[in-house]
């Protein structure tokens, strides 16, 4: 493994990560206030994808990584997106 | 390459003693054998419960076993033969002798990890086997465990889903294991492009154990935790929704069938080439077939669940992606006609299997195609038509790769051969026995026989009483393999390190390799299937 690099992320870029985070999981707890159909879950999994994003790029270190990582990861992304966006052709048409 | 003088790995004992030499190993081509013992057991209790199962079917109305009984036999017989034998099947044990032979590597990138997935395998399994022993009883749900009755059964299900979650996480290390391997252990000189196709498969195969394994994992979790909390998740009782488990149990569970059938298929691309002796036709188009039927398989899990409540769009859309993942898999079998045109062919047993795969796999395939059809499987749902089809590809598919792999890789395993012509009488054997055992079975599902019961009307006799005797004639086909190959492993005659004149590297060296696998680790400069 001798072409890896090691990256140190900064302190500062690490808290305002963990602050993102945080006010992340606020925004969560309030939007679950409001009664949004059928949009509920797209809204909560956006929001939830967004924290993923951050926690791999900056705690995992995807952003300073490989490429070769980061599409495994895409494509890991794109599979389970597709695998709730297909439940969903059940629940959103069920009679 | 010289003939090396360092003992092989079967008497390199590593200063060792007894059992110890085999529990505490690291080498993959030892784990790969321990694996191959294991799976070898659980296959034959599977295949003694597919009997009994039979002789209760041999007529209607009970024979030997009352109903209670018989919903057991057909849950042991289904999780046996799913989680501890074909899942695991060819990578647990070919993957793992072969891989990093024909990658030209020492062994897999994590070796201790590799014998830490045995023993969570064997621990997985030892908790599966033991639901028969404690509790109320062997789960009776089908190895599916639909909710709700798996939530609300007397049974000892929680044990039998928990056993399945520790399987799972073996499959995941495996997989890991494998794509690490794949990425970082390729000898020099090996580009994506110049390696052997097997490891395309195990490479394919190991990203959908890696990625779906989690989702049946969970999902078996939210069983359990029903269970014991009583929280409607899938009971409609506690407003949970048992589509729903349907969902989650089939989005792992289909991408495993491909789990099972990868690998087989990677066998067969090494086999056909080697038995013709001709270059495998549409290299590339193998390949990327491998990725494309791991990637669309992720997506088919629904045609399941055509008859379940699903809403009619969903069922629309599953069955036609269903449709999508038959061209790829046709793609492979038209490139292995294709590279048997014109070849000298081989018919010594490896060769016999991987066309009896070919063969049981279009009618597995194809009988695929009808219950993916959405009006034709409302018709056929939960018949013997699905019981015929899925032995088709998962015993005459994967089953007959693993039996082809099997005697393939035997010299290089045991540096011995077995008897070419005992091997190839128990393989006509074998074929003509499962043919009886399972066509009577479509047949009989089109009728309308419905499948998970232990009796039957009376008009279902004939293709019935013809199937079980079709079950005595594949054990017998079985005996006689299993009886050929111990005769060879322990008498054979020496076989020379490449007695098949295949190309790839684990030809290249001895039968049976040494530990390291070779003295010098190899340079590649073409691709693997080079022959004239
Ligand atoms: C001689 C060998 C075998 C015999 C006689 C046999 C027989 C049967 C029969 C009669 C059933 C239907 C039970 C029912 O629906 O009432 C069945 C189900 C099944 N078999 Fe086999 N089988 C054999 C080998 C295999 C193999 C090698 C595999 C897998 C690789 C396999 C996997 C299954 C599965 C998954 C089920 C479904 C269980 C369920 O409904 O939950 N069988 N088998």
């Known amino acids: 493994m001798d072409e890896q690099k090691h990256h140190i992320v900064d302190y500062l870029t690490n808290i305002k990560v963990w602050v993102a985070l945080a006010v992340l999981t606020i925004l969560t707890v309030w939007v679950s206030e409001f009664n949004l159909a059928t949009l509920t879950v797209a809204v909560a999994l956006s929001i939830a994808t967004i924290k993923a994003i951050l926690v791999l790029s900056y705690f995992m270190h995807l952003k300073f990584d490989s490429k070769i990582l980061i599409i495994m990861v895409l494509v890991t992304l794109v599979i389970f997106l597709s695998m709730i966006i297909f439940t969903f052709f059940d629940y959103l048409y069920r009679k | ?532």
């Open chain 2, 1 to 532: 390459m010289t003939t090396t003088t360092l003992p092989n790995y079967l008497e390199d004992k590593q200063g060792k003693k007894g059992l110890m030499v085999w529990l505490t190993t690291h080498d993959h081509k030892r784990i790969g054998l321990m694996y191959l013992a294991a799976l070898s057991v659980f296959f034959i209790v599977g295949v003694l419960i597919g009997i009994l199962m039979r002789l209760e079917l041999l007529n209607p109305g009970k024979d030997i076993v009352d109903p209670q009984t018989y919903n057991s036999l057909f849950t042991l017989h289904g999780v046996i033969m799913i989680f501890l034998f074909v899942i695991p099947g060819i990578p647990a044990v070919f993957g793992n002798i072969a891989l990093p032979l024909i990658i030209g590597a020492r062994d897999v990138a994590f070796p201790k990890l590799n014998l830490f997935s045995w023993y969570l395998y064997m621990f997985g399994a030892m908790l599966a086997l033991g639901t028969l022993l404690v509790g109320d009883g062997p789960p009776d749900t089908g190895w599916t465990f639909y909710a709700p009755y798996s939530v609300k059964t007397g049974t000892n299900v929680t044990m039998a889903v928990f056993a399945a979650f520790i399987l799972g996480f073996s499959s995941i290390l495996t997989g890991l294991n494998f794509i690490v391997t794949i990425h970082r252990m390729r000898c020099p000189g090996m580009s994506w492009f110049k390696m052997p196709l097997f490891a395309w498969a195990l490479y394919a195969t190991s990203w959908i154990q890696l990625l779906a394994t989690p989702v049946v994992g969970i999902t078996l979790l939210m069983i359990a935790v029903e269970r014991m909390l009583g929280i409607g998740l899938f009971d409609p009782a506690l407003g949970g929704d048992p589509v729903l488990y349907q969902h989650l149990f089939w989005i792992y569970s289909h991408p495993a069938v491909y789990i099972m059938i990868l690998p087989g298929m990677g066998v067969i691309s090494e086999i056909i080439p080697t038995f013709s002796q001709r270059r495998i036709f549409g290299y590339k188009a193998i390949a990327y077939s491998s990725l494309a039927i791991a990637f669309i398989g992720y997506f088919v899990w629904g045609h399941h669940m055509f008859t379940s409540g699903m809403s009619g769009p969903a069922r629309v859309i599953f069955s036609i992606l269903t449709f999508l993942v038959a061209i790829p898999s046709a793609i492979k079998v038209f490139n292995w006609l294709a590279t048997m045109y014109n070849g000298s062919i081989d018919m010594k047993p490896p060769m016999l299997y991987a066309m009896g795969f070919i063969f049981l796999f279009l009618i597995g395939g194809l009988t695929g195609l009808v219950n993916g059809a959405l009006a034709a499987d409302i018709h056929i749902h939960d018949t013997y038509f699905v019981v015929g089809h899925f032995h088709y590809v998962m015993f005459g598919g994967t089953g007959f790769a693993f039996f082809a792999a099997m005697h393939y890789w035997f010299p290089k395993i045991w540096g011995k051969m077995y008897s070419i012509k005992h091997a190839t009488r128990a393989f006509w054997v074998l074929f003509t026995g499962f043919n009886i055992l399972y066509f009577p079975m479509l047949v009989v599902g089109i009728m309308g026989m419905p499948r998970r019961y232990y009796d039957y009307l009376p008009q279902f006799h004939l293709p019935n009483e013809i199937s079980t005797v079709g079950s005595w004639i594949t054990v017998l086909g079985l005996v006689y393999m299993i009886v050929v190959l111990i005769q060879g492993m322990r008498k054979g005659e020496k076989a020379e390190r490449n007695p098949w004149h295949g190309l790839t590297l684990d030809w290249q060296t001895d039968s049976p390799p040494t530990l390291e696998n070779f003295e010098e680790i190899p340079t590649v400069t073409e691709g693997p299937y080079e022959y004239k």
